[in-house]
């Protein structure tokens, strides 16, 4: 099975921190994404990656960094903190054989972030 | 713009059939997903629809129609554990997937 991890499930920082999440896959996926997810909204993209090293822009990345130097490996990096990025964040990762939006994706458990 | 249209939540009995509909208004099309969302779990992905039509699998079926820019997903048999949030996501001509808000269904004893 594949196995997707996150750092934490919950975590609270305060406005200004600078805030690291770390995701984790085991199976050896090329693509690697992190979305957040809000109520009444659907998934929105911040970041993805499809290979090391490399990144692109999702739909809404301002206010966020991210990192991948191993392959299994892709960090999402809050710089300064705002209560507006109180969200619950998904990180997720899919083979990228054909495509990053054809491929099945696979979900770590979520962080649940709160900014005061 | 491209939008993603869910009913947001849906009510249904035990043991009886709930029918989830998508519509879609994207630039291109190249596949449909449902997946499923359990309450503070990640999304798992359920369905993948390309072609026109029925796919079934198990209790959970889908179908698609692309003419009409509509799929849905249907649910048999119901049980309680099929109590989560079910999401649709269509991948347009650029190969990016955009996701609707998603349906929380709610299964009644």
């Known amino acids: 099975d594949v196995k997707v991890t996150q750092s934490s499930r919950y975590l609270v920082k305060r406005t200004g921190e600078k805030v690291f999440l770390e995701c984790v896959q085991d199976?050896?996926?090329?693509?690697m994404f992190w979305y957040r997810q809000d109520p009444g909204l659907g998934l929105r993209l911040i970041y993805f990656?499809?290979?090391?090293?490399?990144?692109e822009k999702g739909d809404i990345p301002e206010g966020y960094s991210v990192s991948r130097e191993k392959k299994e490996r892709f960090s999402l990096i809050l710089e300064s903190a705002s209560t507006n990025q109180t969200s619950m964040y998904l990180c997720?990762?899919?083979?990228?054989?054909?495509?990053?939006?054809?491929?099945?994706?696979?979900f770590g458990p979520g962080t649940r972030l709160t900014v005061l | 713009g491209q939008n993603i249209d869910q009913p947001t939540e849906m009510t249904a009995t035990e043991g009886a059939i709930v029918q989830i509909n998508c519509t879609y208004q994207t630039s291109g099309f190249n596949g449909l997903f449902w997946y499923q969302q359990h309450a503070g779990e990640a999304p798992t992905f359920l369905s993948y629809n390309v072609l026109d039509g029925l796919e079934e699998k198990g209790r959970f079926s889908s179908f698609l129609s692309r003419s009409k820019g509509y799929s849905y997903l249907l649910l048999k048999e119901l049980q309680m554990k099929d109590s989560a949030s079910y999401l649709c996501a269509v991948t347009d001509s650029n190969y990016q997937l955009i996701w609707g808000a998603g349906t929380k269904l709610i299964i009644k004893p």
């Open positions: 997720a990762s899919s083979r990228g054989t054909s495509g990053r939006g054809t491929d099945t994706q696979y």
């Open positions: 990656s499809y290979d090391v090293k490399m990144k």
């Open positions: 199976m050896d996926h090329e693509n």
